[in-house]
């Protein structure tokens, strides 16, 4: 079995470091307290681990090959991607001691992750493309997976907690403002990107 390791980890690398939706929204619970960041991105792993399953198992081929079923996807994604922007904007104009706090973080990373399309044709462009045709697919795609949750775990163990560094200076509230602002922009830029492809 020769799987084209090389090139799956350097395009896999890529992918994880480009900021997305679940990158915003670990972010932004991050820099409010370590817990919020774990949990966010515990859900957002979790995601990533049902989408591997599924591209193993070829439930996601079905729906990416169903074009009515993948614009239902989009359009659900799209939609839950654009309230948490909104919610977080809201939040933004009012001072910390006002905001309400988080609540069901792990289940708001999840379904991040999982009504996010782009992840789902991310498993099912890129580990074919590294995968040995003379060899037997199943075993590959659950390696090839694995390894795709395991990269991406690695790289929040280490964002997560440089994001509290960020945190002290956010403590201003103007600055903290400003980010959230920021954060709830690119989730809603991020929704109608979603829509557009």
């Known amino acids: 079995m020769h799987i084209a390791w090389t090139s799956f980890l350097l395009a896999l ?5 480009v900021p997305g939706p ?45 074009p009515a079923a993948l614009f239902v996807v989009k359009a659900i994604g799209a939609l839950y991607l654009a ?4 919610m977080t904007l809201k939040a933004a104009t009012k001072p910390i001691e006002q905001q309400p706090q988080q609540k069901n973080v792990f289940l708001r990373g999840m379904l991040c992750d999982l009504l996010n399309p782009k992840v789902m044709l991310t498993f099912l462009s890129l580990i074919p493309q590294a995968m040995d045709p003379n060899a037997a697919p199943l075993p590959q795609a ?9 990269v991406f775990a690695v790289f929040w163990v280490i ?5 509290r560094q960020l945190g002290r200076l956010l403590s201003r509230p103007r600055t ?22």
């Open 13 to 17: 690398v890529v992918i994880t470091v």
């Open 22 to 66: 679940d990158f915003v929204l670990v972010m932004g619970n991050a820099v409010r307290s370590l817990r919020k960041g774990v949990e966010a991105a515990l859900g957002v792993l979790t995601g990533l681990l049902i989408h591997g399953t599924l591209a193993t198992v070829g439930l996601s081929a079905l729906v990416a090959a169903a």
């Open 83 to 86: 309230y948490i922007g909104f």
């Open 142 to 150: 659950a390696v090839l997976s694995a390894v795709t949750v395991g």
């Open 159 to 163: 964002v997560v907690p440089s994001a």
């Open 176 to 197: 903290r403002a400003a980010f959230e602002r920021i954060c709830g922009t690119a989730l809603i830029g991020l929704a109608a990107s979603v829509l557009a492809t």
